[in-house]
Structures are given as structure tokens and as C-alpha cells.
């Protein structure tokens, strides 16, 4: 997800009304920095190649847009948050978290690299075989040691809360809201590998659902909630930021799988096969198949050897049939659901003025 472009807008249009904006990659990375650190003296105790596994891992949590943290300083500057330190922790916990759903992601999807490089799987796949070991063996390695990895970074995430000062009972909150983001992450994984292997293709509410319990839970609601939480917002207005991030986050996962389709790979750094060879379930795929020109895509679908020209055609039956136009819609309507909820009483000014520029900035993406 493109955090950097999706809020730096917000923050400058926030700047003059919220005081010192927060350099949260700063903070955050200083966090991190020391998290790591401190592991990596833990884990001397277990010999080097225990440490060489905190480094690849490490390695593997640079370099991100920090979206999750910035999400979670959003909430937490405009509400009136003063603690820094308090605030970069509980950032740091859900962009480590981020770091373990990934790498996890990785393992599901058989994939060894990540923004063009090795991955944590990759890294171990490829020292393996430089060291003569033949695949599978190899890539058994490199994700026996992903999964292993995924784990200490989950177990960091709830670590890095434990850290945070304050009222016990708000702890306590952060480390439910944390909990839920796994759980539900969890969950939504599980469903998109089912749904992927189930011999219908599912309805659009099921890809909804699935989208939104993999995503945008942790990526927008659990960390708007906790910097709310954090800040002393008062229950009403923390569920109001869940319903937001809710519904911006569905609205930013469709656009993701449209830009997965007909996106420009200069644009997005991904291609544009990856989605259709993979057979993944999107609401362009389920919306698809209720249509009389199912019948010339689904032969195309989950094709491993897709070519760009059976690609295109592909793209030209998802417009003819209207999958395409459906959901534009529905990022139409769940963008509109977003905007109703900042202008209802209980979201405050200063945060609406932060968090309205995400919706827009969702809806220019596919624009």
C-alpha cells in the first residue's frame, strides 16, 4: 500500500491546525532500530546463525512507507496526543505486525521476493543453494526460517506494546485492539485461500468480507483506533474511526485489485499478470462470473502461463461485462460511507480535516 502518497496530504493539510507534525518514520525506524538491536544481543545467547535470522528479518522491514504508524499518529496528533515516545511504540507494534503478515503472506503465495529482492524465504532459499543444497530441500529452508520469523515478529508487535506508558487500562485496550487485528488478519487469510481453491467462484459480499478481515483491519481500523485510544477519545468516536477505516479500507483493497488488472506497472511496481495467473478472487473475478461472458474468461483464470495478449483479452471481457464498472462503483460507495462517517457529529474538525484526504486520495488512485 502507497502510505507515503496516502497521507501526505493529509498531514500537510493538517499542519497548521494540529501544531508539530510528528516525523513518524523517524520515531518509528528509532523504535525499530532499538527493537532489533536488543534482540539481536538476546539472541547472541543461541549462537550466530540465531542472529543471522534477526538480521534477515530486519532487512526485510526496511524500507516500507510506514502507513500503518502514520495511520496511528494521524488519530493521535489530531485528538490532542502529546507523548512522542508512546505514540511511536504503538506505530512501531502495528508496522511490525505488518512485517509478520507479510512475511507470512509470502510462505501462502510460494513467493521468495519482495520489491524485487530476496525475501526472508528467498534469502535462506538462496544461501541454501549457493551451499549446494538442490530445491525443494532449499526452498523448504527458506520458508521453514520465514515462518520462524513471521512468529518472533508477531510475538514483537505485542513486545513493543508492553513498552508503552500509560494507563494500564489503556494498554490494555492497545494489546485487545492488536489482538483482534491478528485475529481478524488471520481469519481473512484463511478465507482467501479457500476461497481461491473452492470449485465456485464466490459472491462479491464473500470477497468484501475476506478483503476486509485480511486488510483493513490492521491496516486502517486497529491502528486509527489505537492512536484514538491512546490520545483519551472517548468510545463513541474510537467505534466512529472503526467504521471509517472500515470502510475506506474495503474501498482501498478494491482499488488495489483493479490496479492489480489494469494498472500501469511503471506506476504501481507490480505487474499486472500476477492477480490473473494466480486465479486470486476479487470482486472483478465474482462480479465477473454472475455475467454471460464468464464463460470466455474463466478458461483464462489461474492460468500460470498467462500471456499479456490473453491478459488483454481478459481486461476487455472484465469491461464488456461490466465487472470493471461494478466495482468502481462500490469504492464510489464505500468511499461515500467514509466521507458520511467524518461528517456526522462525533469525528472533531482537526481530524476530519486529516483523514478526508484518504478518501480522496483512495478514489484518485483508480482515476
Known sequence: ????????????????????????????????????????????????????????????????????????????????????????????????????????????????????IPNVSGSYRDTATTAGIASPAAEHR????????????????????????????????????????IFASAGGELLDVELALAREVPSVQEVLDMERAKTAVYSF?????????????????????????????????????LLGVFGSEADTGKTTLGDLREGKRTVLIAEAATTGEWFAIRPFIGKSDLTEAEAEHVRGRLVSCGARAQAERLVDEHAARALAVLDGDIVPADLRVILRPVVDTVLERDR
Open 142 to 181: 527458506g520458508m521453514s526460517a520465514a515462518l520462524i520469523a513471521g512468529d518472533l515478529a508477531l510475538a514483537g508487535a505485542s513486545r513493543l506494546l508492553l513498552g508503552v506508558t500509560c494507563a494500564e487500562d489503556v494498554r490494555f485496550g492497545l494489546l485487545e485492539l492488536l489482538d483482534e487485528a
Open 1 to 116: 500500500m502507497d502510505g507515503d502518497h496516502l497521507l501526505a496530504r493529509s498531514r500537510a493539510g493538517a499542519a497548521s491546525t494540529a501544531g508539530a507534525t510528528l516525523d513518524t518514520t523517524v520515531l518509528v525506524d528509532r523504535v525499530l532500530a532499538d527493537f532489533f538491536a536488543a534482540a539481536k544481543r538476546r539472541a547472541t545467547a543461541l549462537g550466530p546463525r540465531y542472529v543471522d535470522l534477526w538480521d534477515v528479518l530486519e532487512r526485510n522491514s526496511v524500507g516500507g512507507k510506514r502507513f500503518r504508524p502514520r495511520m496511528v499518529v494521524a488519530a493521535y496528533e489530531a485528538l490532542g496526543g502529546t507523548d512522542d515516545e508512546a505514540c511511536a511504540l504503538v506505530g512501531a507494534a502495528f508496522e511490525l505486525l505488518h512485517t509478520a503478515l507479510i512475511v507470512h503472506d509470502d510462505v501462502i503465495d510460494r513467493d521468495f521476493s519482495r520489491r524485487g
Open 221 to 257: 481500523e486497529a491502528p486509527l483506533m489505537a492512536g484514538a485510544l491512546l490520545a483519551g477519545a472517548e468510545r463513541p468516536l474510537i467505534d466512529a474511526l472503526e467504521s471509517f477505516g472500515r470502510e475506506v479500507g474495503i474501498a482501498y483493497q478494491i482499488v488495489d485489485d
